[in-house]
């Protein structure tokens, strides 16, 4: 069964050919491209795409929490330090130090797994690169 737009479309074409403003031929292959049903999936974004677009998402987030690691951390610090006087300065760094360890860590996995990204490989290798750093300077 036809819609009321297809017939009204069909009686467009016919008056284009009787007009003769369409040869026989083009209102054959109009008339059959418009009896076609759209093709599926021809606006629908592909799952591919989807995903890569997650990934890229997902590196900015890595990103931007391992920058939060480091800054945040840091003025706290010396926020508390200015406040305190100095005097509580091993209490303020273990606090700033475990706050940098927990904004890190869920960078650290944002950052695994949008590993495809730039920004993704990034934040693994810069937090790798804090790690030994932290490592090196504990022992």
């Known amino acids: 069964m036809k819609n009321a737009s297809n017939i009204s ?6 008056e284009l050919r009787n007009d003769g403003k369409i ?3 083009e209102y054959d292959d109009l008339l059959c491209a418009m009896e076609k049903p759209p093709a599926l999936g021809a606006d629908i974004p592909t799952l591919e795409s989807s ?12 990103f931007y929490l ?5 800054i945040v951390p840091i003025v706290s610090f010396f926020i508390c330090f200015a ?28 950052g695994v797994i949008s ?9 693994v290798a810069i937090n790798s690169i804090l790690t030994v750093v932290v490592i090196l300077y504990r022992i």
Do not use: H, Y
């Not at 406040?83 to 944002?110: K, M, R, T, Y």
């Open 115 to 123: 590993w495809p990204d730039v920004l993704g490989k990034a934040t």
């Open 51 to 62: 995903i890569q677009d997650l990934k890229r998402k997902q590196g900015k987030i890595a």
């Open 23 to 25: 040869s026989q031929a």
């Open 9 to 14: 479309s069909e009686e467009e074409l016919l």
């Open 66 to 70: 391992m920058l939060a690691g480091i």
């Open 83 to 110: 406040i305190s006087g100095g005097g509580e300065g091993d209490v303020i760094f273990n606090v700033c130090f475990f706050l940098c360890v927990l904004i890190e860590i869920p960078a650290f996995v944002f």
